[in-house]
């Protein structure tokens, strides 16, 4: 994140390869959060390959990848973009916890990735489908941290997609709870 620079609203078609260029400031805020080196009249460069163990994977409807047909993320990579934070009770936990990550529209945005449907994989084979509005309507976090330590896979981590329950009553219902995966290791964008 550059400080001072407060992060554009979300539109799917401000990012590259939608036809449209990006604004300049977006365009310097993306090339310090992904260190993906220069972008090119409106059009970025793929995403720089992780250097570390691969933690998050997208594949389907994505345009940006760095890695064959699919786009790789390492931990570094996500704690690249903005980290937000929400403090929200959930039926897996007695008390309200604290959930810092990027915003999963972000981490989409990131890779180019766009479609109609995101198919959650955690670790254990568990799916789940959530549409892809999801995470345009509501602040869907990709949280890598709990009360700001890292998850471990026995914690649900190392990633964690979650809604802001707390902030949105009409989120607290068994379907919003279901699109919450933890131990999340793949998104499929159909």
Do not use: C
């Amino acid at each position: 994140m550059t400080p001072g620079f407060p992060p554009a609203p979300h539109d799917p078609h401000a990012f590259a390869g939608a036809g449209e260029p990006l604004a300049p400031a977006r365009r310097r805020w993306l090339q310090l959060a992904l260190g993906s080196g220069a972008l090119q009249a409106g059009a970025a460069q793929a995403l720089e390959a992780p250097r570390g163990p691969v933690v998050l994977t997208l594949t389907g409807r994505v345009r940006q990848p760095n890695a064959a047909d699919r786009a790789d993320f390492d931990m570094p990579m996500l704690e690249a973009l903005q980290q937000h934070t929400i403090h929200t009770r959930t039926p897996w936990y007695a008390n309200a916890r604290r959930f810092t990550g990027p915003l999963l529209r972000d981490v989409l945005a990131a890779a180019g990735a766009q479609g109609s449907t995101l198919r959650l994989i955690a670790l254990n084979d568990y799916r789940v489908d959530m549409p892809y509005d999801d995470p345009q309507r509501h602040d869907v976090l990709l949280a890598r941290l709990l009360d700001d330590r890292p998850m471990a896979v026995r914690d649900k981590g190392p990633l964690f997609a979650i809604y802001p329950f707390d902030a949105h009553p009409a989120l607290r219902t068994a379907l919003y709870y279901s699109r919450s995966a933890w131990q999340l290791r793949t998104i499929d964008v159909r």
